[in-house]
């Protein structure tokens, strides 16, 4: 994680994990509350992948009535729904391989049992920033195997300096 952090950055990508949302809870949370009044204040809205919103999706019985927090943020603008990566894509596909690989490796784990959401975050900034939709990504997220290798494997592909790392936990600390 380095210094360069800004979050006003109009350029800029924020890609969310689901540790970020489960670590501010449910809408009622003061947590939840200021990572909803940071994404306005910036003029962010943090994009999740489908398997982010899978994993954040199946925990409605201690939420809102009829609705999960994730679908209230996305409900209320300040989180967006990825649409599903292009695999086709070359950058996409060798990204998310490179994540996994890295991942395993950092954390002593055969590739087939690295979380599918993890390369998912990845293949999300990889197609925002290949297609020019964005210069530069922000990984937002609590597992920091994860994110490490998120940025090394930019770094790898040409994408270096395009992507940092945000310690969903940090974040949350610095806005409450």
Not at 4 to 22: I, Q
Not at 45 to 71: C, K, M
């Amino acid at each position: 994680m380095s210094g360069s952090f800004d979050p006003t950055r109009e350029d800029a990508v924020w890609v969310a994990d689901s540790g970020l949302f489960v670590a501010c809870g449910r809408q009622q949370n003061n947590k939840y509350t200021a990572l909803e009044r940071f994404s306005r204040r910036n003029d962010i809205s943090f994009v999740i992948p489908q398997r982010v919103y899978e994993e954040l999706g199946g925990a409605p019985d201690r939420s809102t009535p009829g609705q999960t927090p994730i679908n209230s943020a996305i409900n209320a603008g300040w989180v967006t729904l990825a649409d599903e990566p292009n695999y086709a894509n070359s950058i996409v596909s060798r990204v998310m391989d490179d994540v996994r690989t890295f991942i395993a490796q950092s954390s002593n784990r055969r590739e087939d049992q690295i979380e599918k959401a993890d390369t998912a975050l990845a293949a999300v900034a990889a197609e925002r920033l290949d297609s020019g939709d964005a210069a530069f990504a922000y990984i937002v997220t609590t597992d920091i195997d994860a994110g490490e290798g998120i940025v090394s494997a930019f770094s790898r592909n040409g994408f270096d300096e395009q992507v940092e790392l945000k310690d969903g936990f940090e974040l949350i600390e610095e806005i409450t």
